[in-house]
């Protein structure tokens, strides 16, 4: 990313919320012995129209500098659990997870 992504990802962080320009993906988290799914991993992936992929070593420092997490979350928890509502598969909540794929 550039030299102005602060600026960038401030300016646009609501409007990629409200258009689900922010993605919750989903990663199984798995029983090694049954091979059972027994909760699932939310992470947050940014899918820019303008800039493609912003990953979250680069969005998820600034908006905690910025103390916007809080309402990432939120947008996330509500997605998962309307994905989840009728499972009964528990969501671990994890914006904060860096991957960035």
Partial sequence: MMINDESYILTNFEYALESKNIKPFFQPIVRNITGEVCA??????????IRGLITPNVFIEILEKHDLI?????YEYMFSLQKFADTDIPM???IYNHHSN
């Avoid at 809080?70 to 939120?74: I, Q, R, T, V």
């Fill in 70 to 74: 809080p309402k990432a979350e939120g």
């Fill in 40 to 49: 699932v991993e939310t992470l947050a992936r940014w899918e820019d129209p």
């Fill in 92 to 94: 671990l909540n994890s």
